[in-house]
């Protein structure tokens, strides 16, 4: 038997191998190097685990690397492999495969028959890397397949966020069938308190300062270090959708930065799971805005990122000086000061904005105003949502409809035509989201909103403004009220020192809505202007505010 300095590797998925492979490869391994003659008996042998042979897995393949850093090192004769596959799949990996064996000279045989001494080598290890890798792409195709089949057989195709527990199902003779998810209630008690802090108004940094002082796990275990929560992993779970009973497929983070990085576009489509529900849809969405900005947390003024500059339409600062509190557009002042802009806006106070918006909220108190309001409230009483959900019905069945026609293509033409599979997975992608929608309607149909519109019809909103800019009040709890009563403020400019106008949308749903501590039925708005100006008559000096006719608008500051 000859002698030589040998090294082998060898490699095992979790998607079709099982742990024992590793020791097949090296079995067949070694009675290949047997056949060719070579002593085995001082064979190092390498192997990983569990992981994948796609190229971005690489840098998990800790014995891979010991093996390549061995092989680069001269520290062996031979290296051999089961199947070139086991070292990658990734074309590049391969060629750098290929190159490492022409460069160092050790010989190369794998127990399928490629030999590196083989005159036609590199044409043989060209077309089995070929092969290699259009296999990988192969198994992303069944295991894409794969996930989505369990996905609309109602099962789960990833690890459980906070607030659940998971579920392995098998067969009667032991065969794995799916995972379901399960609400785990003292983890989703924490979940509907996290997104309670963010409806009062406190930022993502307060919300995971709480937890943190409380001592909550974060929502993934510690892996050799300390975890702790963060603003982001706040967010993140805020983000989730399956907390309103939605599963989403390709909508992750993770998913999206993973196409844009191969240049693919990703068609999300939602699941329904009603049965995972942790909040309602109103709680989700209020926490997840899909247009305005977030307004949560941010300073010691409830004033802090709510108003608007009338010029760039930036956010104001407020700044404390000499035991005054004003607003002012930093973003505006800078361009004065790189004589891109003449001038600015200039310096507003706080307490004429206050002044403002008390004279808002009593404007549209006015009997005559809240009183079409509540006739509104009545009529959507009387209605329900039966006209809406009748609509959504009609329009699944005009989907459905489509999509018979779209099959009837498909089998004419045969499943070779990619625009008809382009359309039909759309089609799908849009039943699904009518049925979500039909389910929230159902569930809302019989969850009447009669309850919380007869509370805001009773309640007297003038409650509300005793109690809007308490002191007993945290900042950030009036700044969540603020955002929701007045979706936008602008400061338009100044007629002189001591006044500003501002323009502000005035929502009476949300004042009926919070003087009920109930739900928000109608967010309808109304648009305002306003001018307000210090009163120096008497000490202390006090802000009186005056509503503007509709043409009165206030000349912008150029």
Not at 168 to 196: C, N, Y
Not at 247 to 269: I, Q
């Amino acid at each position: 038997m000859k002698k030589a300095r040998i090294g082998s590797y060898g490699r095992f998925s979790t998607d079709y191998q099982r742990p024992t492979s590793i020791e097949d490869q090296q079995r067949t391994v070694l009675d290949k190097l047997k056949q060719l003659g070579y002593s085995v008996a001082d064979c190092r042998h390498f192997a990983d685990s569990a992981i994948s042979g796609a190229s971005e897995k690489t840098k998990n393949r800790v014995q891979l690397a010991a093996f390549l850093a061995a092989w680069d090192a001269g520290e062996f004769d031979v290296v051999a492999v089961d199947e070139i596959s086991r070292l990658a799949r990734g074309p590049r990996e391969l060629a750098e495969i290929q190159d490492r064996i022409m460069k160092t000279g050790v010989r190369f045989v794998t127990a399928d028959g490629l030999d590196s001494r083989d005159p036609h080598f590199n044409l043989t290890f060209g077309i089995t890397a070929a092969v290699a890798s259009h296999a990988l792409e192969e198994i992303r195709h069944r295991v894409k397949r794969s996930m989505r089949g369990q996905l609309e057989r109602g099962f789960m195709i990833a690890a459980p966020p906070m607030g659940y527990r998971l579920e392995r199902l098998t067969s009667a003779d032991g065969r794995p069938i799916g995972t379901r998810w399960h609400i785990d209630q003292e983890q989703a008690a924490i979940v509907r308190e996290i997104f309670a802090m963010r409806i009062r108004g406190a930022s993502l940094a307060q919300i995971a300062a709480e937890l943190n002082h409380r001592g909550v796990p974060t929502p993934r275990p510690a892996r050799g270090e300390i975890r702790y929560w963060r603003p982001g992993t706040v967010f993140q779970l805020l983000r989730n959708p399956t907390y309103k009973g939605v599963v989403m497929w390709n909508g992750s983070a993770f998913a999206r930065a993973k196409a844009k990085k191969r240049n693919r576009v990703l068609t999300p489509e939602a699941y329904a799971r009603p049965e995972l529900r942790v909040v309602d849809d109103d709680t989700w969405h209020a926490c997840n805005p899909a247009t305005r900005p977030w307004r949560r947390g941010g300073g010691k003024s409830p004033f802090s990122g709510i108003v608007r500059c009338g010029l760039c339409d930036g956010l104001l600062t407020v700044n404390h000086q000499n035991a005054r509190t004003q607003l002012y557009c930093a973003q505006c002042s800078q361009a004065v000061r790189v004589k891109a802009r003449k001038s600015h806006l200039g310096y507003a106070s706080t307490d004429g904005l206050q002044a403002v918006l008390l004279k808002a909220i009593e404007e549209i108190l006015s009997p005559a105003v809240i009183g079409i309001f509540r006739e509104r409230l009545r009529e959507r009483l009387a209605g329900g949502v039966e006209a809406e959900l009748e609509e959504a019905r009609r329009e699944l069945a005009r989907v459905d409809a489509a999509k018979k026609r779209l099959l009837a293509f498909i089998e004419a033409a045969g499943s070779k035509d990619e625009d008809l599979l382009e359309r039909y997975v759309g089609n799908r992608a849009q039943r699904q989201s009518l049925e979500i929608r039909i389910a929230e309607l159902e569930r809302r149909a019989e969850a009447s909103n009669a309850e919380t519109i007869e509370a805001q019809l009773s309640v007297d909103p003038r409650t509300l403004v005793d109690s809007l800019f308490s002191s007993d009040l945290a900042p950030e709890r009036i700044r969540a009220m603020l955002t929701g009563i007045f979706p936008r403020i602008a400061l338009l400019g100044k007629r002189c020192r001591g006044s500003a106008t501002y323009e502000v949308d005035v929502a009476p749903g949300v004042i009926l809505a919070s003087a009920s501590e109930s739900r928000v039925i109608d967010a309808s708005t109304t648009r305002m202007r306003f001018e307000v100006t210090v009163d120096r008559k008497h000490r202390p000096f006090r802000w009186i505010a005056r509503r503007l006719s509709e043409q009165a608008g206030q000349k912008k500051v150029a």
